[in-house]
Each structure stands twice: as structure tokens, then as C-alpha cells.
């Protein structure tokens, strides 16, 4: 019921087409009401009394009939049309709205395929449940209604016994019901998982290449797809029964009808007109009460899309901006964590009692292995993530009690992994100040030493990129994103590694770019490369979730610790890929 309300509340703006739709459609099946009373005449008059020219009456009445049910039926179309687009369009702006203000734990816990498939898939069954059953249904009790009235005008024997059978429609109904729509849930769950697993092995397919997985991802999907074939076949043929059920309900009470009716033309209570009349009458009873039931499936699908389409539209986000948030003004870039505690998942702890200080200006670099919490620092900082103990400041404002948007547009962040969009190169590198001028747009592609590729491409700025920027390099992608990062005139710029993709040759170009546009600003760089991070004010070094040392790079070098061991393993690391001979004499020693 609550589903059914909410589903009324999206048609409200809308009530005048609804109203419309409605009245057209009310009005299809009354047009043809005259036809029983035509056949009557026909047999009773016209042919019972060999009149032939009276017949011109039942042709000019059977025209009207005919042209005034089809006229409805183009208006009815037309504006149902309207409805169902309409509401489309409404539905799929507000999941895509929706899912903007989501936080990037529901993107963590949700497959791709699921949110696909309930912004698209989902809503595509609410416009066929708009453009049909929903209005076939008030069509439908409309019908019954006004033929119910009539067949009791004319025989009140035969309209019991018509009527009789009508309840077994309602038990038919309940008895498939459940089924049904628990057989669609599990459809359309499936569904989800096909469509997540297809959108997951597209875009690894380089790796499932490179391992020859091919024949080993096709039996799986395989199995997958014959799942979902099975419960098709099962949604199928419940359906089917549920329908041939409903139709043998139509037929004993066409039985019936004619039995009893039968009888009456023998002894003359009726006439063959009559009955042939009222079997017509019959008909348009039977017909929208079979539709009702043969609808049950499609409205269960669309009563299960809804649920699922509100189930995301009921999605909070985890990071939710205070009625009392300040706008946060142009900052310095003083950075203060205290003693911050933090976890993805609640029984789960990343980072421990964490503080740090970093002052305007300063670059801090953040070293560890893999899964030490560097990454958690830097999501946390533009709150992507809630903390759970401790406190973010930046300049003194605590920024859970700030507007995000002006906390997010005083940060940079240049990633390990840019993702481009399939878009021009311009827009991309815009992609964070749209309202950026060409020579502004440039100006930052040579700060990130991208410029002179970027003209040579056939059409230059506005060279189109494909899918996550796969008609261009790594290293290419990399310099696009600090452009971005760039002009969007950070006074925070976190970097997650950007040099990582690159190579050594790239790496000394983009480099210096780098230290020019952290100049005056405040810097978190999560480093791989230890040698991009000598010159740090500050290095942070953790280990698992912990700020183990602390300090400047000489500083750090004179303490016995992790950062000395990570130091000294990667340079010998380098000077032996550097020099082979150096190689060679270390397998000899060994």
C-alpha cells in the first residue's frame, strides 16, 4: 500500500494527462457498448422479419461505433505517451540526483550492475506499467461496471449466473500472487549480478587476457545466464498458468451462460437475438477480467521495480552536511588531524589515534607499505569519509561543520588512477571550473607538461577521449588530471601517487611542474617513489594504521626505522636496474 501511494505521489504533477488518459480510456470500451444492441437488431429485426433495407442502419451505426472508439484510441495513445516519457524522465533525473548525494561507502558496497540496472531497467517497467496496465486496469473495473448494469437491464437470470463466476478470479489471483512476485524479485536480483559481472569483466578485460581466462569467464557467465534462463522459464510458466486458469474461469461462465440461455430462447422467455446480445454483453465483461488477471504479472513486476526503485531513493548518505554548516571560507591550508580514528566497516579499524599538523604552505608526504592507511588519510581529509573518533580541521574549522561543497572546492586531487571522461580533452581538463576560459584551459596543460601533445592530436583541445581515456597513455592521462587538478587553483592539493604511471622521463617533466604549482599551497603527496619526496617539509611514515616517524627526510635517514629500510631498499633496487653489472655481482655474493 505504502509503494502504491508513493507511486500516486509521482503521478500527482501529472493528474490532468492521468485524468485525460483515463477518461479516453473509459471511453474505448463505452463506444462499443452499442454493438450487442446492434446484433440484436440485426437478427431480431432485420433478418427475423426479411427487412434487408433496414440493414443500411446497422452499417451507418457500426461506422460511428468503430470511428468514434478509434478516435479515443489516438488520443488515449497520444496522451499516454506523454504520461509515460514524462514520468520516465522524472524517475531517472531523481536516482541520478540521488546517487550524486550518495557517499562513496554505498558505491563501495553496491555493484555497478545493480545501480544500472535499477536507474534504467527498473524504470523502463514503470513506464510500461503507465503506458498500459495501470490504465487498462480503470479501464477494466470501468467496464465491468457499466456491463455488469446492463446485462441485469436485460436478463437478471443470466446476469447471476455471469456474475457467479467472478470470484474465482479473486481466488485465482491470490493463489499465484506471492509466487509471482517472488519469482520476479529473484529475476531482477539476478539480473543485477549479470549485468555487475558484465561491467566488472569488460572493464578488466586486459587482465582476463593476459591470464587466458576467456574460456573460464564464458562458462561462467554461461552459468549465470542459464540461472537467470531458469527463472524465466519458472516466471514463465507461472504466468501461463495463472492466464489459463483465468480463461477457463471465462469459459465456464460462457458455458454456463449459454446453457441457461439456451434454454430460455427453447421456451421462449428470450430471443435468439437476445442471447446472441447478451453472449456479446459476455464478452466485454470477461475480456478486461482476463486482462485484469493476465496484467497481474506485469504489474508484480512493476510493484517489484517500484520497491526497488524506492529502496534507492530511501538511501541516506553516510556523510550528511549539518542544518548548522558555515560556508567555509578561502583558507590557508592549516590542516589539523586529532587524534582520528577511523574504519570502513564498523567492526573494522584502519587508522589509530592519528595527529598530525601541517602548516599553510607546507608538503607532507605520506609513506608506507600497502594497506598502511595512506590512501584513508586523504579521503578523509575532503570527507569522503566520516571519522569515527577525533577530529579534521582546516584553519580551525572542524569540517563536519562545514558546507562539502566549500570545503571540496578548496581541494585538488590528483589520483593514482585518473579517470577521464569520454569527453573532449578541453572538457576534462575544465571538468572542475566549466566556466574556465581556452587561455586559462592551456595555460594549465603547460604547467603539467601536457600542452605540446595536446596540439599535436588532429584536432587538439577538442580531441574526444574514449572510454576512461583509452586512446591515450597512462602518463598522458596522468598529466591531463593534474591539469585539472591545476586549474581548478587549489589551496589544498593531495596527490595519490600521480607520478606512479609514469616514466622516468615523464616523471622529470611533470616534476617540476609539480613543485612550481604546490608552491604556496598546502600538499599531502602519497608517495611510492621515494625520491619525489626528499624535499617534503614534513615525511609522515605509517604502519598499519599508525604514524610510526615523523619528520624531515635527513632527519628521518638518521633514525634506525622503517623509513631508513624503505630508503635504502629502493635506491639499491634502482642502482642495481640501473646497472647491470651491479646484478650480476649481487647473484654471485648470493
Not at 222 to 243: V, Y
Not at 362 to 372: E, I, N, P, R
Not at 393 to 420: C, K
Not at 453 to 478: A, V
Request: aromatic residues 8%; charged residues 20%; hydrophobic residues 45%.
Amino acid at each position: 500500500m505504502k509503494t502504491l501511494t508513493r507511486f500516486l505521489a509521482i503521478l500527482r504533477p501529472y493528474r490532468r494527462q492521468a485524468f485525460l488518459a483515463i477518461l479516453f480510456s473509459a471511453g474505448m470500451p463505452l463506444t462499443i457498448l452499442p454493438i450487442p444492441f446492434f446484433i440484436k437488431y440485426l437478427v431480431d429485426t432485420v433478418i427475423s422479419l426479411q427487412q434487408p433495407q433496414l440493414l443500411i442502419n446497422v452499417l451507418l451505426g457500426l461506422v460511428a461505433v468503430y470511428l468514434a472508439h478509434n478516435i479515443l484510441c489516438i488520443l488515449f495513445h497520444l496522451n499516454i505517451s506523454y504520461l509515460g516519457q514524462r514520468i520516465v524522465l522524472d524517475l531517472r533525473y531523481k536516482l541520478f540526483r540521488h546517487l550524486q548525494r550518495l557517499s562513496l561507502s554505498f558505491y563501495d558496497q553496491t555493484q555497478t550492475g545493480t545501480i544500472i540496472s535499477k536507474t534504467i531497467d527498473d524504470v523502463d517497467v514503470i513506464q510500461m506499467l503507465i503506458s498500459g496496465p495501470a490504465i487498462q486496469a480503470v479501464t477494466g473495473i470501468i467496464t465491468i461496471t457499466v456491463v455488469s448494469i446492463l446485462l441485469f437491464f436485460n436478463d437478471w437470470r443470466l446476469a447471476i449466473v455471469t456474475l457467479a463466476v467472478m470470484p474465482l478470479y479473486i481466488l485465482n489471483f491470490k493463489l499465484f500472487i506471492k509466487r509471482i512476485k517472488s519469482c520476479n524479485l529473484r529475476n531482477r536480483e539476478k539480473m543485477d549480478e549479470i549485468l555487475g559481472d558484465v561491467q566488472e569483466k569488460i572493464s578488466g578485460v586486459q587482465v582476463v587476457k593476459a591470464f587466458s581466462m576467456e574460456r573460464q569467464e564464458v562458462e561462467y557467465f554461461t552459468s549465470k545466464i542459464r540461472e537467470k534462463f531458469g527463472l524465466g522459464l519458472e516466471q514463465g510458466a507461472l504466468g501461463s498458468t495463472f492466464s489459463a486458469m483465468a480463461i477457463i474461469i471465462s469459459g465456464l461462465g460462457t458455458a454456463l451462460v449459454l446453457w441457461l440461455g439456451g434454454m430460455e430462447v427453447r421456451y421462449g422467455l428470450i430471443t435468439i437475438g437476445d442471447l446472441l446480445a447478451f453472449n456479446t454483453l459476455i464478452s466485454m465483461l470477461y475480456t478486461p477480467a482476463l486482462q485484469l488477471s493476465e496484467l497481474n504479472d506485469v504489474v508484480q513486476q512493476a510493484v517489484t521495480s517500484l520497491e526497488r526503485i524506492f529502496e534507492l531513493l530511501d538511501t541516506e548518505p553516510d556523510i550528511q552536511e549539518s542544518l548548522q554548516a558555515c560556508h567555509l571560507p578561502l583558507v590557508k591550508g592549516y590542516i589539523s588531524f586529532k587524534s582520528v580514528t577511523f574504519g570502513y566497516l564498523p567492526h573494522q579499524t584502519i587508522l589509530h589515534d592519528i595527529c598530525l599538523e601541517i602548516e599553510p604552505g607546507q608538503m607532507v608526504a605520506l609513506v608506507g607499505h600497502t594497506g598502511s592507511g595512506k590512501s584513508s588519510i586523504i579521503n578523509l581529509l575532503p570527507r569522503f569519509y566520516d571519522i569515527r573518533s577525533g577530529s579534521i580541521e582546516i584553519d580551525g574549522y572542524d569540517i563536519r561543520e562545514v558546507q562539502i561543497s566549500s570545503l571540496r572546492d578548496q581541494i585538488g586531487i590528483v589520483l593514482q588512477d585518473p579517470l577521464l571522461f569520454n569527453i573532449s580533452i578541453r572538457e576534462n581538463i575544465a571538468y572542475g571550473r566549466l566556466e574556465a576560459s581556452m587561455e586559462e584551459v592551456e595555460e594549465a596543460a603547460k604547467s603539467a607538461e601536457i600542452h605540446d601533445f595536446i596540439i599535436t592530436l588532429p584536432q587538439g583541445y577538442n580531441t574526444c577521449l574514449g572510454d576512461e581515456g583509452i586512446k591515450i597513455s597512462m602518463g598522458e592521462k596522468q598529466r591531463i588530471a593534474i591539469a585539472r587538478a591545476i586549474l581548478k587553483q587549489p589551496r589544498i592539493l593531495i596527490l595519490d601517487e600521480a607520478t606512479s604511471a609514469l616514466d622516468s622521463l615523464s616523471e622529470a617533466l611533470i616534476q617540476t611542474a609539480l613543485d612550481k604549482i604546490m608552491q604556496g599551497r598546502t600538499s599531502i603527496v602519497v608517495a611510492h617513489r621515494l625520491s619525489t619526496i626528499l624535499n617534503a617539509d614534513k615525511i609522515a611514515v605509517l604502519d598499519e594504521g599508525h604514524i610510526v616517524q615523523l619528520g624531515a627526510h635527513e632527519e628521518l635517514l638518521q633514525q634506525k626505522g622503517p623509513y631508513r629500510h624503505f630508503y635504502e631498499e629502493q635506491f639499491m633496487n634502482e642502482a642495481i636496474m640501473s646497472r647491470p653489472e651491479l646484478k650480476g655481482a649481487l647473484f654471485n655474493i648470493v
